[in-house]
Each structure stands twice: as C-alpha cells, then as structure tokens.
C-alpha cells in the first residue's frame, strides 16, 4: 500500500477523532486522493457523487424508511408484540421471546434497526424488566433490533447489493435462514437465562383478539416478500407498496394517526433518506478514490493468496472494528468492492459474501462506542450508555456465535437462492 493511501486513512481517522461527521470525513479523504495524488479535476467529485446516488435499487431505501415511520407513529408494533405475547405468555421466557420473534417480524416491514429499537423499548422493556431483570430487557431491546438488518428486505442488503453489482432479490432470500439462526441461538438463550413462570390462563377468545388485531401488520411481510418472490414487484416496488400500506392501514384503517401527523412524519423521513443518501454519495466518491489509486488490486493481492479459513476470520475481525465506529453503508461502500475481488479469488460466492457484511456489521448497531442503536435506547430508556453497554455484553457473543457459524457455513446463506 502506498504511502499516500496511508496518509488518505490517517485523514479519515483523525477527522473521526475529532468527531467530524462522517461524509464530511470520507469527502476530505477522497479529496485528497483525487485531486492533490491523482490530479483529477475538481468537477469529478461532484460526477462521482451524483453516479453514487442516481440507481434505480436506491428508491426502495426512502420507501422502507418512510413505512417504519409509520410503524412507529402508530400502534402496529404493539398489535405485533400482542399477537406473539398472547401465544407465548405461558412459556418460559414467553415475553423476551415475543420480543425477539417481534423485531424479525418487525424487519420484514420496514428494514431499520434503530426505529426498531425505539418501537420495541418503549413496549416491552418495562414488562421484561419486571420479570426477568433490567439487564436483560435493556439488552434484548437494543439487540434484537440487529435482525432487522438481516431479515430482508434489509437496507444494507440493498446497499450490498449495488455496491457490488449482486443481485438484491438473491441477497433477499439469503439472508432468511441466517436471520432464523441468530433468532434460534438468542432464543435458547432466553429460554436457559429466564425465571419459569406460573402459568395463567389464556383464553382461546383472548388469542383470537390479539390475532384479530394483529392482522393489519402481520399482512404486510407478506404482501412484501410474496409480492418479490412471487414476481409481482420489484424490491424498490415492495418499498413503495409497504409505505403505501402502512399510510393507508395507519390513516385510514385504524385511524391513529391524524392528519396533522403526517407533515412530521414525512419530514423525519426525508431527513432520514437526505442523510443516507448524503452518506452514499460520499462514501462512493471516497471508494472511486481509493479504486484510482489501486487499492483493490493491493487487497486482492495481499489477502487472496490466504487460506480461505484465515481470509474469513480476518475479515470477521476487520468488519467487527468497523461497525463500532462506521455507519454500516459507508462501511459496505468503501469494503465491499474492495474485498469482493480477493474474496472471488478464493471462491468465496459473492451472496454469502454479502451476508457476512451484513451479519457483522448489523453487530456494529449496538456494539459500544458508536452503534446507533445503544443511542436510540439511551434516549427512550433514559439509561446512562455505561448501563446499555454492560447489558448488550451477552447479546453480542451470542451474536458473534452466530457469525462464525454462519461464516463457516456457506451453505446457510446461498442454499434458498440456489433453489428459488
């Protein structure tokens, strides 16, 4: 690696450590590279960032948005928790377990760990608590959150899936079966950690209400991913059908949310869209830099002459570093065209690839000191970070178990994309 690489990273670093906001950090970076070491003209900078963002597969990031603001503003992700809570509420670990199959549920809507952080703590962390601990509640909240990055449709996954010219509907079905096994791992977990309860009675009419209720919201996944798989829609279509949806069942339907309501909503998720879209552009004219100045070809010489086994380790290792301290698109943007080439070399597929990142870096979201989702419980919980953070220690070895398994086990990833 060239000394002015190294230097471009130092840049970023030390932006970073003066707590600059990451785009602005990635676009001093790539400016460096383009203009003062490879003397492109300046106008490159904005082309760049322009071709970044003007992809069709994007539209489905502002649509997913919107419809988890919907979720939130009214009483959806409740009606979910009830359906399972009222099902559940007699076994062990009943609730944190409805929590847990809630937040999958939750990740076919809308894609977006932290508005499931917000949803799910303000519903079940007091219940939880006074069951079964503080600790376990407050962690459970803010990890569970996680599988809405790997349940598709998943934002990263899209993301991926443009950065590196990978189909999105494949990454899609890829990530159902990891997203089922960290469900797994976490739900055993709960089970063994939980107090045994006394069993109430529930009543069949009691189960059918909740069901009943719960309709609105349980249609959705399945209007969404029956609606790509079925052929019917494209996945920036199925963004566009579940914002739909979810405006017209929260509107409409069920009437929570008054008409006053929706300027807020719409401006919190143009916001939203305007900062990960901000994120991409640079982040893409950051990795059209380091590509001018040969990096890819340093990675893919360095790492793709490593066993296969030693190349995943290392990169489960850079990509746990990584999401503690990078929004998980910037860091999909600058890594993954990097590493996909060294990662082809070693016939690596690029799907499995994929989940990898989105698995690791879905980890990052609640892991100290910078995952999005311990801020987002901070500011529901009132919580100090030191408290969150000590709470989520037993949430992310159980979610690194899932990572080396899911790693070393190719065939969890690429099997449902391979038969569909």
Same mark, same amino acid.
């Given at each position: 690696?060239?000394?002015?690489?190294?230097?471009?990273?130092?840049?970023?670093?030390?932006?970073?450590?003066?707590?600059?906001?990451?785009?602005?950090?990635?676009?001093?970076?790539?400016?460096?590279?383009?203009?003062?070491?490879?003397?492109?003209?300046?106008?490159?900078?904005?082309?760049?960032?322009?071709?970044?963002?003007?992809?069709?597969?994007?539209?489905?990031?502002?649509?997913?948005?919107?419809?988890?603001?919907?979720?939130?503003?009214?009483?959806?992700?409740?009606?979910?928790?009830?359906?399972?809570?009222?099902?559940?509420?007699?076994?062990?670990?009943?609730?944190?377990?409805?929590?847990?199959?809630?937040?999958?549920?939750?990740?076919?809507?809308?894609?977006?760990?932290?508005?499931?952080?917000?949803?799910?703590?303000?519903?079940?962390?007091?219940?939880?608590?006074?069951?079964?601990?503080?600790?376990? *509640? /407050?962690?459970?909240?803010? %990890?569970?959150?996680? @599988? #809405?990055?790997?349940? !598709?449709?998943?934002? =990263?996954?899209? &993301?991926?899936?443009? *950065? /590196?010219?990978?189909?999105? %509907?494949?990454?899609? @079905? #890829?990530?159902?079966? !990891?997203?089922?096994? =960290?469900?797994? &791992?976490?739900?055993?977990?709960?089970?063994?950690?939980?107090?045994?309860?006394?069993? #109430?009675?529930?009543?069949?009419?009691?189960?059918?209400?909740?069901?009943?209720?719960?309709?609105?919201?349980?249609?959705?996944?399945?209007?969404?991913?029956?609606?790509?798989?079925?052929?019917?829609?494209?996945?920036?279509?199925?963004?566009?059908?579940?914002?739909?949806?979810?405006?017209?069942?929260?509107?409409?339907?069920?009437?929570?949310?008054?008409?006053?309501?929706?300027?807020?909503?719409?401006?919190?998720?143009?916001?939203?869209?305007?900062?990960?879209?901000?994120?991409?552009?640079?982040?893409?004219?950051?990795?059209?830099?380091?590509?001018?100045?040969?990096?890819?070809?340093?990675?893919?010489?360095?790492?793709?002459?490593?066993?296969?086994?030693?190349?995943?380790?290392?990169?489960?290792?850079?990509?746990?570093?990584?999401?503690?301290?990078?929004?998980?698109?910037?860091?999909?943007?600058?890594?993954?065209?990097?590493?996909?080439?060294?990662?082809?070399?070693?016939?690596?597929?690029?799907?499995?690839?994929?989940?990898?990142?989105?698995?690791?870096?879905?980890?990052?979201?609640?892991?100290?000191?910078?995952?999005?989702?311990?801020?987002?419980?901070?500011?529901?919980?009132?919580?100090?970070?030191?408290?969150?953070?000590?709470?989520?220690?037993?949430?992310?070895?159980?979610?690194?178990?899932?990572?080396?398994?899911?790693?070393?086990?190719?065939?969890?990833?690429?099997?449902?994309?391979?038969?569909?």
């Amino acid at each position: 690696m060239t000394m002015e690489i190294a230097v471009a990273f130092l840049i970023l670093l030390v932006l970073i450590g003066l707590n600059v906001p990451i785009y602005a950090c990635l676009l001093a970076s790539g400016l460096y590279l383009m203009v003062f070491v490879n003397h492109m003209p300046l106008q490159s900078i904005f082309t760049v960032m322009f071709e970044g963002i003007t992809k069709n597969s994007l539209l489905a990031i502002p649509f997913f948005v919107l419809a988890g603001n919907f979720i939130s503003g009214g009483s959806l992700g409740r009606r979910l928790i009830d359906v399972f809570s009222s099902f559940l509420r007699n076994i062990r670990a009943g609730i944190p377990i409805a929590c847990l199959v809630s937040n999958a549920i939750f990740g076919a809507i809308s894609g977006s760990p932290p508005a499931a952080t917000a949803v799910f703590a303000k519903i079940v962390h007091k219940p939880i608590a006074d069951s079964d601990g503080e600790a376990l *509640a /407050t962690g459970l909240v803010a %990890s569970a959150a996680g @599988l #809405a990055s790997i349940i !598709p449709p998943s934002v =990263i996954m899209i &993301i991926y899936g443009i *950065a /590196t010219d990978t189909s999105v %509907s494949d990454m899609f @079905l #890829a990530g159902v079966l !990891p997203g089922l096994c =960290i469900v797994g &791992i976490l739900g055993v977990y709960l089970v063994l950690r939980c107090k045994k309860k006394e069993k #109430a009675p529930v009543s069949g009419r009691e189960i059918l209400k909740a069901f009943w209720r719960g309709v609105p919201v349980l249609l959705l996944p399945v209007l969404v991913l029956g609606g790509i798989y079925g052929g019917f829609v494209t996945p920036t279509e199925a963004g566009a059908l579940s914002a739909v949806y979810c405006a017209v069942v929260s509107i409409f339907v069920l009437r929570e949310i008054k008409p006053r309501q929706i300027a807020g909503i719409l401006r919190d998720s143009m916001t939203t869209t305007a900062q990960v879209f901000l994120l991409i552009a640079a982040s893409a004219f950051f990795a059209r830099a380091l590509t001018i100045s040969q990096l890819p070809q340093w990675v893919t010489a360095t790492f793709g002459s490593l066993p296969q086994i030693q190349f995943l380790l290392l990169l489960n290792i850079l990509l746990l570093i990584v999401g503690c301290f990078f929004d998980p698109s910037a860091a999909i943007l600058i890594l993954a065209p990097m590493l996909l080439p060294a990662a082809q070399a070693l016939n690596i597929s690029p799907i499995h690839l994929g989940i990898i990142f989105t698995v690791n870096l879905s980890v990052g979201m609640f892991t100290p000191p910078f995952g999005l989702n311990i801020f987002v419980a901070q500011s529901v919980l009132g919580y100090e970070m030191k408290t969150i953070s000590k709470a989520l220690v037993p949430f992310i070895i159980l979610y690194l178990v899932g990572v080396l398994l899911i790693t070393y086990v190719p065939s969890i990833s690429t099997i449902l994309p391979a038969i569909l």
